[in-house]
Nanobody, 121 residues
Framework: QVQLVESGGGWVQPGGSLRLSCAASGIAFDRYAMDWYRQAPGKQRELVASILRESIINYAEAVKGRFTISRDNARNTAYLQMNSLEPEDTAVYYC???????????????WGQGTQVTVSS
């Protein structure tokens, strides 16, 4: 059974930091690209950051310089370090895993259940 379990969300004041974790089980983790998405109330889900199998990394413009994505293949875990958080970062954050071969992503994908991040004073 495939599971992606996020943790590390919560409430933080503006300027604060949180570190999200995504623990994967039931998949060959090192064959997957790992992404973090977020969805704020009334908005569409958006891609925040991606880390490919070769540790190639991409970020959304809104989080560049503040967020850092990483992965530990030995622990089957992906991370999202979020610094200098802003109220606009408030959202449910989702972990996403998708099979990657070379530069091509395939249809096999999995989602976590999401973790709430709230940034307010």
């Amino acid at each position: 059974q495939v599971q992606l379990v996020e943790s590390g969300g919560g409430w933080v004041q503006p300027g604060g930091s949180l570190r999200l974790s995504c623990a994967a089980s039931g998949i060959a983790f090192d064959r997957y690209a790992m992404d973090w998405y977020r969805q704020a109330p009334g908005k569409q889900r958006e891609l925040v950051a991606s880390i490919l199998r070769e540790s190639i990394i991409n970020y959304a413009e809104a989080v560049k310089g503040r967020f850092t994505i990483s992965r530990d293949n030995a622990r089957n875990t992906a991370y999202l370090q979020m610094n200098s958080l802003e109220p606009e970062d408030t959202a449910v954050y989702y972990c996403h895993a998708q099979v990657q071969v070379g530069t091509v992503r395939f249809k096999t994908e999995h989602w976590g259940q999401g973790t709430q991040v709230t940034v307010s004073s």
